[in-house]
C-alpha cells in the first residue's frame, strides 16, 4: 500500500521551531523531487521549499529562506522540513507532495508540478 504521510505539526510560540517529516511507504522517494507546500485558511495553496533528487539541491520561498531547513534521509525514505524562528504568518497547514517532473528552480514551488499528495499537518503560531 502507497503512502505519503506528513506529521510534526503543531502549537509553537513565535521564534519556536518544529520539524515536520514525510514518510513514504510502498514506494521509494528517492527518484523524486519533494516539495513542501502550505495552505491557510482562505488563501492559495504556497509553496514553501523543494528537494531534488541529489543531494544539495534543494529551493526555498523567500519567505522562509534563512529560517528552514529542507531535507531528506534515503534510508529511512523520509523528507524533514525544520522550521526555526516561526512567526505567527508561517501558521498554516503544511503538506508534502511528489513529483516524477525533473528538479528545476524555481518551478519546484508550483504546486500544480506535483501529483501525489500526503495529508496535511497544522502548524499553529501564537503566544
Known amino acids: 500500500q502507497v503512502q505519503f504521510v506528513a506529521s510534526g505539526g503543531g502549537l509553537v510560540q513565535p521564534g519556536g521551531s518544529l520539524r515536520l517529516s514525510c514518510a513514504a511507504s510502498g514506494f521509494s522517494l528517492d527518484y523524486y523531487t519533494i516539495g513542501w507546500f502550505r495552505q491557510a485558511p482562505g488563501k492559495e495553496r504556497e509553496g514553501v521549499s523543494c528537494?531534488?533528487?541529489?543531494?544539495?539541491?534543494?529551493y526555498y520561498a523567500d519567505s522562509v529562506k534563512g529560517r528552514f531547513t529542507i531535507s531528506r534521509d534515503f534510508a529511512k525514505n523520509t523528507v524533514y522540513l525544520e522550521m526555526d524562528s516561526l512567526k505567527p504568518e508561517d501558521a498554516s497547514v503544511y503538506f508534502c507532495?511528489?513529483?516524477?517532473?525533473?528538479?528545476?528552480?524555481?518551478?519546484?514551488?508550483?504546486?500544480?508540478?506535483?501529483?501525489?499528495w500526503g495529508q496535511g499537518t497544522q502548524v499553529t503560531v501564537s503566544a
Open positions: 507532495a511528489t513529483t516524477s517532473l525533473p528538479y528545476v528552480r524555481p518551478m519546484c514551488l508550483m504546486p500544480a508540478r506535483y501529483d501525489q
Open positions: 528537494i531534488g533528487p541529489s543531494l544539495g539541491t534543494s
